[in-house]
């Protein structure tokens, strides 16, 4: 729950989502569900010359099973926070 | 404009391309979907993404192979790749995407790796006998 969470915290900022299958798709992030399905708006493909597959969407949703990573806005992060949030997860609380 | 809501009720009746983990692409009209992300697409075709060539001049491939062979013998030096590259842009040409009619389709939700919005104006203008893709590579999990 706590990823799902903090997922919410960023909804409106510019992510890149980084799929299983090397795809890079760069994004406003639009909203997310407790299985960290992945919606974007205005969408474009990092290696849109190697991957012109999307040329036609702008808003896309994406499995969140086949996320390799979200690369996160520099300001997207408060370290701190995030520490404490996953010790109490941990601990059980 | 993708309404509010994580899931896939806001492009319900609407043109959706979706990306599956083995690397097809499959576009079709969003007619339902459920929790697991199965979903059935209606009026759906495959867009094949072609890495292959295919021969437009025929007649001229002879000829220019010949002079070059003639060419390599007088000189005594062997065709270069350049050459031969050269030889396959002129006589040959991509050939483009191609499109598979599938029809109504269910697709299950653990083969789905993206749905995208299709925005059919962008679609309209894309040109689909030129375009050239690298295969998509299958998810790996």
Redesign the interface.
Known sequence: MLFFSYFKELVGKEVTVE?????A?RGTL????QYL???L?N?RVVDQD??????????????G??VRYVLLPQDGVDIDILHDATRREARGG | ??S?????ES?VDQII?V?T?D?R?IVGTLRGFDQA?NIILDESHE?V?STRYVLINCDLLPGLLSNALIGSLVQNSAISNKFLSWCLKVCCQHEGVQQLVLGLYIIR??N?????????E??A??DLSN????P??????
């Open positions: 799929l299983k299958n090397d795809l798709i639009h909203s997310v569900d399905n992945i919606k708006e969408t190697k991957y012109p597959h999307m040329l036609s969407v702008r808003n896309c949703f994406i499995r099973s086949v | 404009m993708a509010a809501g994580p899931g896939l492009l391309s990306i983990n690397g692409n992300t867009r993404y939700g653990d789905i790796s993206v749905v995208g919005e299709v925005d059919e962008l679609d203008r894309l375009l050239r893709a690298h998509l590579k299958p998810v790996i999990h």
